[in-house]
């Protein structure tokens, strides 16, 4: 599974940006998958994760109702709407998918990853 991340940008506070994870090489219909972000000098930290139906979601607390993950199977794509942007969102984000039926934050679970694409949220 090839997975590419895109969509992010250079936003003011209050803003909205709106991630896309195209799959390719392999549907990814029966992955779980998530968006992950890191700093320089941190860790990657979970941000959301979606089941392989899309029925099922988790968020860290810190986006809780300003992001919403989603996933169109028909078209090998999953999404990260992200509103009301603060500036320490800022960070690169990353798509992953893991062959783990249910949804995991754990990193070590998800066994593909994407490029990741910048996102800054200016003040």
């Known amino acids: 599974v090839q997975l590419q991340a895109s969509g992010g940008g250079l936003v003011q506070a209050g803003d909205s940006l709106r991630l896309s994870c195209a799959a390719s090489g392999r549907t990814v219909s029966r992955y779980s998958m998530g968006w992950f972000r890191q700093d320089p000098g941190k860790e990657r930290e979970f941000v959301a994760a979606?089941?392989?139906?899309?029925?099922?979601?988790s968020y860290v607390d810190s986006v809780k109702g300003r992001f919403t993950i989603s996933r169109d199977n028909a078209k090998n794509t999953m999404y990260l709407q992200m509103n009301s942007l603060k500036p320490e969102d800022t960070a690169v984000y990353y798509c992953?998918?893991?062959?783990?039926?249910?949804?995991?934050?754990?990193?070590?679970?998800?066994?593909?990853w994407g490029q990741g694409t910048q996102v800054t949220v200016s003040s």
């Open positions: 979606i089941s392989s139906g899309g029925g099922t979601t």
């Open positions: 992953a998918a893991s062959s783990v039926v249910r949804i995991t934050a754990a990193r070590s679970m998800y066994g593909y």
